[in-house]
Every structure is written in structure tokens, then in C-alpha cells.
């Protein structure tokens, strides 16, 4: 079965603007959403997830109590939860390969399912602005069409994507929302910026550039994040782009360059240093080709913990 809205079938194609404007309990939430004021979430409890990464846990986590992600302009980020065990997954979708990566999302849910036949699936999309190249409705539609194509009922809860996401200044658009956190225990989904992103933030960040596919990265069983082991090829005449100014950085290396966020240069010349100095992570960054295991101590802090046989 298909998207719901309020328990009747989404009409696809159809624009965001178009959907929620037929579902005026839609607009409502993309406003209130919108006219929230950015809540700062400190490391405590928190399972920061990057682009094209996925995490999903439950109420029953006794370590991660936060899932967030920000910094999305062009990208979405989704999160999928049932309201039954409130098993909850949050991803980072940059339109990649959004045919394969929802269908992870499911799995991702399904895997967490105690077989409760009470509750239902509730989708949240949020991200994208109106930008140049068309790349956020691009994905709108993507994500809505296959999660469409899913054999489950799905209910559209929140939809404050592309066009409902956009703010105008100067005759240039950018995004209202760039990251959102979902609280595991009471639901809440709020607008969010986070100053701890890691652990293994560039390592993470490395993976992603170089073209790594969407992964889940936490074990809720363990209550283990888990790293690897992951591979790459070098990057590409790395260090011309190391030499190039931000201007250029920002131009050739951003789907969006106008509307990032004042980090992104300095991530991305972090993350290309980063390339530089590990061509090929393999041995050197995952010693005997293991995972790099972390766990969250007494204060709510990411700690790594002892490796697992391979």
C-alpha cells in the first residue's frame, strides 16, 4: 500500500507546494516547523548522522535519546517512525540513489518491529529550497514516488521540503531549515544545529566525498556505533583542489554554493587533507580491516570501545 495523507492516497506527480496546499493540516506543521527558533543540541545522548548515513534505534536505547542531522541545502532529510514501538531511523538522502536507499529506510524499521500489529508509519521529509539547478525538487519527488512504491501504508506527516523550505533575499534563495533532531522518547521533531558531528567526523565526511553508497553506521542491540572498515580510491587530483581558493571550492564542489553554510569551505578542505593523508584507508585507518567501535560512556559521550572479532 501506498503514501497516505490524513488516510487518503497522495495523487503523485505532484509538487510539494501542490500536496500540502490540498492538505491544510500539512501546511500547518511545515509552518510551525519553520517559524521554530534553531535549538542548539549538545553531545549528550546525541547519534549525529551524516550524509548518506542512516541510524535507527527505539525508546528502549538506554545510550542515544537524539537522532539529528544538519547542514542540508540541496539534500532531505527523512525520518521514518513507527508509532507503535517508536522505532525510529533518520538518513541523510542527497538523491544519490534514493530508488535503493529507501527501501534501506524500511528495512531499517522492519528489522526493529517486536511484529506489533498496533501503530502505523509516520514519514517526515524536510530539507531542499528552491534552488538553480532543480536538485531539491529533484529529490522531493524521488523520495515521495518511492516511498509510494512501498508495500506498507505509509502516513505523511511532515512535508516542509524544496518550495515549502525556501526563504528569498536579495533575489537569491536559500534554505529555512538546514538540520533537524527527532527526540527517541517523546517523538518531537524540531529544528536543530549540532557542534559535535563525530565521532570520526572526518573520516565519516571522507567516505561520503569519495562517492560511498547510503549505510546504516549504529547496532541498537550492542548500543554501538560502528565505523567501517571502509575503502576508497584516492581522490582526484587533490591536492589542485587543495590549492584552489574558496571561491572555487565552493563553486565546483557545492550543489548549491550560494546558500551553504559558513563551514562548508573549511569541511571540505578538512575532508580533502583528510584524503590526502589517508589515499587508502584500508590498513592504516582500520587496523586488521576491523570496525571502529564506539560506545556512549556515563556522561552521554562517544567513547571507542574494544574491537570485535572480524
Given amino acids: 500500500m501506498p503514501l497516505l495523507v490524513e488516510g487518503r492516497r497522495v495523487r503523485l506527480p505532484q509538487s510539494a507546494g501542490d500536496l500540502v496546499r490540498a ?12 517559524g521554530q527558533s534553531v535549538q542548539q543540541v549538545g553531545p549528550q545522548g546525541l547519534l549525529y548522522v551524516q550524509q548518506r548515513e542512516l541510524a535507527v ?6 545510550s542515544i535519546s537524539i537522532l539529528g542531522s544538519d547542514d542540508a541545502t540541496t539534500c532531505h532529510i527523512v525520518v521514518l517512525r513507527h508509532t507503535g514501538n517508536g522505532a525510529t531511523c533518520l538518513t541523510h538522502c542527497d538523491g544519490t540513489d534514493t530508488k535503493a536507499e529507501v527501501p534501506l529506510i524500511m528495512n531499517s524499521i522492519k528489522s526493529f518491529s517486536d511484529h506489533t500489529q498496533c501503530g502505523r508509519l509516520e514519514v517526515h521529509l524536510v530539507g531542499g529550497f528552491r534552488d538553480d539547478r532543480q536538485l531539491s525538487q529533484k529529490l522531493t519527488h524521488q523520495l515521495l514516488s518511492e516511498f509510494d512504491r512501498q508495500e506498507d501504508d505509509i502516513h505523511l506527516v511532515t ?12 533575489k537569491n534563495h536559500f534554505p529555512v531549515i538546514y ?20 565521532p570520526e567526523e572526518e573520516l565519516r565526511a571522507a567516505r561520503a566525498l569519495t562517492g560511498g553508497p547510503m549505510i546504516s553506521i549504529y547496532d541498537a542491540k550492542t548500543e554501538q556505533l560502528r565505523i567501517g572498515p571502509y575503502s576508497w580510491m584516492p581522490f582526484p587530483h587533490v591536492d589542485f583542489w587543495l590549492q584552489q581558493d574558496d571561491k572555487q571550492i565552493l563553486e565546483n564542489l557545492s550543489t548549491s554554493p550560494l546558500a551553504e553554510p559558513p563551514h562548508f569551505v573549511e569541511h571540505i578542505r578538512s575532508t580533502l587533507m583528510f584524503l590526502k593523508k589517508y589515499p587508502s584507508p584500508t590498513n592504516t585507518l582500520f587496523p586488521g580491516n576491523k570496525a571502529l567501535l564506539y560506545k556512549k560512556n556515563e556522561d552521554g559521550l562517544w567513547e571507542k570501545s574494544s574491537s570485535p572479532q572480524s
Fill in 57 to 62: 534505534t527505539s525508546p528502549k536505547d538506554g
Fill in 159 to 170: 512535508l516542509c521540503v524544496t518550495e515549502l523550505n525556501d526563504r528569498e533575499e536579495n
Fill in 179 to 198: 538540520g533537524i533532531a527527532v527526540n527517541i522518547k517523546t517523538a518531537e521533531i524540531y529544528r536543530a544545529s549540532f557542534q559535535d558531528r563525530g
Fill in 23 to 34: 492538505h491544510p493540516p500539512l501546511e500547518e506543521r511545515a509552518r510551525l516547523l519553520r
